[in-house]
């Protein structure tokens, strides 16, 4: 069973606009735990771009400062990645998941993301 189910990504011009979801429900996790968006551009590790711990605090890598927007929903168990001015940098596969989980631990299938003209 999948517990942890991204969405929306696609394909979109530079400067153009998606919004990732991740719905984590299934996967029964705590509105306490620290949860992140990860992006593994082609040949590359992935890497974690995008946080929210408790309270609500956030942190950004600083590619995607002032342009990227994470958030979460407690009622629905959803995370959200607002992505603006979007680069061709940007392209990679984006994971959501709790903060801290090993490569070799449970991800979820991620959702593509191809920024191109």
């Known amino acids: 069973q999948v517990q942890l189910v991204e969405s929306g990504g696609g394909l979109v011009q530079p400067g153009g606009s998606l919004r990732l979801s991740c719905d984590y429900s299934?996967?029964?996790?705590?509105?306490?735990?620290?949860m992140g968006w990860y992006r593994q551009a082609s040949g590359n590790q992935r890497e974690l771009v995008a946080a929210?711990?408790?309270?609500?605090?956030?942190n950004y890598v600083d590619s995607v400062k002032g342009r990227f927007t994470i958030s979460r929903d407690n009622a629905k168990n959803t995370l959200y990645l607002q992505m603006n001015s979007l680069k061709p940098e940007d392209t990679g596969v984006y994971y959501c998941?709790?903060?801290?989980?090993?490569?070799?631990?449970?991800w979820g299938q991620g959702t593509q993301v191809t920024v191109s003209s």
């Open positions: 929210v711990r408790s309270l609500d605090s956030t």
């Open positions: 299934r996967r029964g996790i705590s509105r306490f735990i620290a």
């Open positions: 998941n709790i903060l801290g989980t090993p490569l070799t631990g449970y």
